[in-house]
């Protein structure tokens, strides 16, 4: 960066930006300035020649027009005291010329400003003059340069006796066109002064936009600022006052799944067409406000914030939180687990002390009865479960979410029409899918008089049809879309982890496999959700 500094310094050249754009201003505003006048003056020239001719031209027309020359002409001889010179010396005087010349058809002058040239030659050739053609031009004579006209004298019976020749002095055309430089250059100081005046606003206002930066440090900081904005790991969206996409740069591309095709082309696009409609969108475009605002992409959860700028635009940051958002659920089943595994090691040590007593006692028929009962209901809920759903991961989870179930005091049961073949496409996908849905019901059913928690898993056959069932107090019919929303949650948060994730994520996963997800009212009152995933069998 330091070279072209040192080039700007042994050129003269101011090193700041502004300084930089007010020179460069001025020379091009003088240059034009210049150039105009130069422009100007060369067809002025041209201009005053070609009025000088035609000057002659006329005069010289004026005085062939008149019969009394040709007359004189034809009865007199050439001297200075003829006829002919008097009229000629007239018209002279009258129009201001420099010569009036009459000439017979032997080129013999016979009239001139100086009496001792008449009855000579004529110095330049009259041909075409005398041959019936007006001629107009600039040319040496002996009373030095002149703006010249020629036409034929023509008697009264129309033949041509001779012809007049009228000279313009070429310094009086000379003397109008240098007239006409201190008016040119005054206009043209004004012009320069006024261009220099705007180049001096604009260069303050660019002093005031740049900070009084030179061009070497603003294109230091826009190098600076490309290399962070591409390698920090965060998402950054740079939108315009109008809503238009300024920059996004590699982290935020990623995150928002959109590939390298899109990125070459949404540049000056509305969020909404880059994005598409959707809690994205309005949580970037400012239509929803807030810190840390959760929202899901594709399979991301994504945490946005968003700051104004100056001119009306704003800048969106993005983080990444799907891992974290899976450990947070993991650590929630876990800490579900752990509680049930705290409650069977509490009862299992009742039931350890029960068979003690009845084993002291020598109730040994008895101690079998209750062993065998205790052992049977774990092993009954089990196979219920594998005979009906075959996916191993399904089935594990099921049977998991059962036994917490049991120790929270809500019976959840499976449906007598589930059934699901071990042929799923993504068993992982459903596994979330059922997770968050159950999960759900044993929170809204919790408390209930009577809870219950209904599942349902069966095939139709590649598509897969999921309803939870819950005895809880439902969901109103004006909420079941808004349910689905990033963010959205009747539960307190947790320190963790924001809450209103499960069921976007479920309704985002049903989507991408072109399903659906929906909430509506169970049979018996509560809550039932379905989701139906096309194509999710093999």
Do not use: C
Not at 164 to 187: E, K, Q, T
Not at 230 to 242: C, N
């Amino acid at each position: 960066m330091r070279i072209p500094l040192t080039r700007a310094r042994r050129l003269g050249l101011p090193r700041r930006a502004v300084s930089q754009i007010l020179v460069t201003q001025l020379a091009i505003a003088a240059g034009v300035v210049l150039l105009a006048t130069g422009l100007f003056l060369a067809p002025l020239s041209a201009q005053l020649d070609d009025q000088a001719m035609r000057r002659a031209l006329a005069i010289a027309q004026s005085a062939a027009a008149d019969p009394a020359i040709a007359a004189e002409l034809l009865d007199s001889g050439p001297s200075a005291d003829s006829p002919v010179q008097a009229s000629a010396e007239r018209i002279r005087r009258a129009t201001g010329a420099e010569y009036v010349v009459v000439l017979d058809l032997d080129g013999i002058r016979r009239s001139h400003p100086s009496p001792d040239r008449i009855g000579l030659p004529v110095s330049t050739d009259p041909g075409d003059a005398l041959a019936g053609r007006e001629v107009m031009e600039i040319d040496d004579g002996t009373l030095g340069r002149s703006a010249r006209g020629k036409v034929p004298l023509l008697a009264a019976d129309g033949e041509i006796v001779g012809a007049v020749s009228v000279g313009i002095a070429y310094d009086s055309v000379r003397d109008r066109l240098l007239g006409a430089i201190p008016g040119l250059l005054a206009y043209a100081g004004g012009a320069l002064a006024a261009g220099a005046l705007a180049a001096y606003l604009l260069s303050r206002r660019i002093h005031r936009q740049t900070r009084d930066l030179a061009f070497s440090d603003i294109a230091g900081l826009l190098a600076e600022r490309e290399a962070m904005l591409h390698s920090i790991r965060e998402g950054v969206i740079a939108l315009a006052p109008d809503g238009r996409v300024r920059l996004v740069n590699d982290e935020a591309a990623r995150l928002l799944g959109l590939t390298p095709d899109t990125t070459g082309t949404f540049g000056g696009r509305p969020l909404d067409d880059v994005l598409g409609a959707g809690r994205t969108a309005d949580v970037l475009s400012g239509r929803v406000t807030g810190r840390d605002l959760l929202t899901v992409q594709g399979p991301r959860v994504l945490v946005a914030n968003r700051m104004p700028t100056a001119d009306g635009g704003a800048v969106a940051t993005l983080r990444d939180r799907t891992e974290l958002e899976h450990l947070s659920r993991e650590l929630d089943s876990t800490r579900g687990l752990i509680e049930a595994l705290r409650a069977q090691d509490h009862e299992h040590a009742n039931r350890l002390h029960t068979l003690l007593g009845l084993l002291e006692l020598g109730l040994h028929e008895e101690a079998v009865e209750f062993v065998t009962e205790v052992v049977g209901v774990h092993r009954t809920t089990a196979e219920q479960v594998t005979e009906k759903v075959h996916d191993p991961l399904l089935a594990a989870l099921l049977v998991g979410k059962a036994t917490v179930a049991a120790e929270r005091g809500i019976p959840m049961r499976l449906a007598a029409a589930t059934l699901l073949p071990d042929r799923l496409v993504d068993p992982g996908g459903l596994v979330t899918i059922v997770g968050n849905l159950v999960d759900n019901a044993l929170d809204a059913a919790a408390g209930g008089a009577a809870p219950l928690v209904e599942v349902e898993l069966r095939a139709e056959g590649r598509t897969a049809v999921l309803r939870v069932r819950d005895s809880g107090p439902g969901v109103p019919a004006a909420r079941r879309e808004e349910i689905f929303t990033e963010g959205w949650s009747t539960k307190q948060p947790r320190a963790h982890r924001e809450r209103g994730l499960g069921l976007a994520l479920v309704r985002r996963l049903a989507e991408r496999q072109g399903g659906s997800a929906r909430a509506g009212e169970a049979a018996d009152g509560g809550a039932e959700f379905s989701v139906v995933l096309p194509e999710a069998l093999r």
